[in-house]
């Protein structure tokens, strides 16, 4: 069955610096793979998504993902963290075709100043 | 263009009572989904329809009945309410492989 992990639930940076947030995955074929960005009491917002090619996929917000197959990973990085930043992420595989999406626990990242 | 559009935001029900939370696209979408979100667990898929008159089960579909009437519009049922089904809903909507799904902004629903 599909299924996604994201190995850390929180997650604290300082502001400026470097961050990095795991997702693996397991899907039997090429899979479409997503981040979505939630703020408190907010709904979902799409990241990046990755589909084919080019196994680096730049988003919104300064943010960028790598697929790497043999890994089996899909994560997320950002080289230099802002406050507005703080949020909860998560990353999704899209099941079936793509009409459904397989989210994984999610990571709550914490900014310090 | 308004996008995702749930309605309420807020719902407390009683145990045994039924209701319809609505959803609403407007963006010509043929998919839509239902997901609920509870602490530590992500989001987790209820319903799908990949096109009107089309729907099918996702991973928690007990309790929930949809249906998809026309292309904008995906409610979803909750036919008589349980304290587990407190939890925060989700409706998304999509083109087929398109470009991500688009969520609305959820409907937080307590059941007591």
């Known amino acids: 069955a599909q299924s996604v992990t994201q190995p850390d639930i929180h997650i604290t940076v300082s502001e400026g610096a470097s961050l990095e947030l795991r997702c693996n995955y397991s899907?039997?074929?090429?899979?479409?793979l997503f981040w979505y960005v939630q703020s408190p009491g907010q709904g979902l917002q799409l990241l990046l998504k990755y589909f084919s090619g080019d196994t680096l996929v730049q988003g919104i917000k300064g943010f960028e993902a790598e697929f790497k197959r043999s890994q089996s990973s899909f994560n997320l990085r950002k080289p230099s963290v802002h406050w507005s930043d703080a949020a909860e992420y998560f990353c999704?595989?899209?099941?079936?075709?793509?009409?459904?999406?397989?989210f994984g626990a999610g990571t709550r990242l914490a900014v310090h100043p | 263009n308004a996008g995702v559009t749930q309605t309420p935001k807020f719902q407390v029900l009683k145990t045994g009572q039924s209701m319809t939370l609505q959803c609403a696209q407007d963006?010509?979408?043929?998919?839509m989904s239902w997901y609920r979100q509870d602490p530590g667990m992500g989001l987790r898929l209820i319903h799908y329809s990949v096109g009107a008159g089309i729907t099918d089960q996702g991973e928690v579909p007990n309790g929930y009945n949809v249906s998809r009437s026309t292309t904008e519009d995906f409610p979803l049922r909750l036919l008589s309410a349980a304290p587990s089904q407190t939890s925060v809903y989700f409706c998304a909507s999509s083109p087929p492989r398109g470009q991500g799904y688009t969520f609305g902004s959820g409907t937080r629903l307590t059941v007591v």
């Open positions: 899907y039997g074929a090429t899979p479409y």
């Open positions: 999704a595989v899209g099941s079936g075709g793509y009409n459904k999406l397989i």
């Open positions: 963006m010509n979408h043929e998919y």
